[in-house]
């Protein structure tokens, strides 16, 4: 089943990530918007596992949606792109989030509150395994140079290398599952 939005959708999107059950993965280029925010944290206390990729944009660094929150109760951030902003760097575009893998939300639509003026559209896109799939594969695929890390009751912003390393050492001292996926497991 697929389903268009032009109207309200920071509700729809709200509204899908209070349904989820397990397991949220989000990349979008900007996310600014504190109310979607507080929403994925309420669901980090349920339990859920949920992990977030967005641009190292100027944007994202100045907002109000810091991931202090979010990573102490386990979220897991990354920042992709270059730290200099520049015009000339490649810059990750997308806009989607997978739930439960089984719902997509995609389209127009940033996580941010300039986008609730804009003219913008996302499509939820539910029971299509394949398609899920594929948004997955993407999402898995993308390489986060820098995440987020609690350093002196701040957020900070560190090459991924760091924060893998820091892993590997609790990792030695506790056998890790099995079954554990994260993105920066992936590198």
């Known amino acids: 089943m697929v389903k268009a939005y032009f109207e309200n959708i920071h509700l729809q999107i709200i509204h899908h990530i209070e349904n989820a059950q397990s397991d949220i993965k989000i990349c979008v280029a900007w996310f600014t918007d504190f109310e979607i925010y507080t929403k994925l944290v309420d669901k980090l206390k349920e339990g859920l596992n949920i992990e977030v990729i967005v641009a190292n944009h100027k944007f994202n660094k100045k907002s109000r949606v810091d991931f202090k929150d979010f990573l102490k109760f386990k979220g897991k951030v990354g920042y992709i ?25 995609t389209g127009s639509y940033n996580w941010s509150f300039k986008a609730r003026m804009n003219d913008e559209n996302i499509l939820i896109i539910q029971d299509d395994n394949l398609l899920t799939k594929q948004f997955e594969n993407k999402f898995f ?28 050492k609790k990792s030695v001292s506790k056998k890790p599952s099995k079954n ?5 497991d992936k590198f």
């Open 81 to 105: 792109g270059n730290l200099d902003d520049s015009s000339r760097d490649s810059f990750m575009h997308n806009k989607f989030c997978i739930i439960d893998n089984n719902v997509v939300i």
């Open 141 to 168: 695929d993308l390489k986060p140079q820098f995440g987020f890390a609690i350093k002196n009751n701040k957020v900070a912003l560190l090459p991924i290398e760091n924060i893998m390393a820091k892993w590997d």
């Open 180 to 184: 554990t996926s994260n993105i920066l």
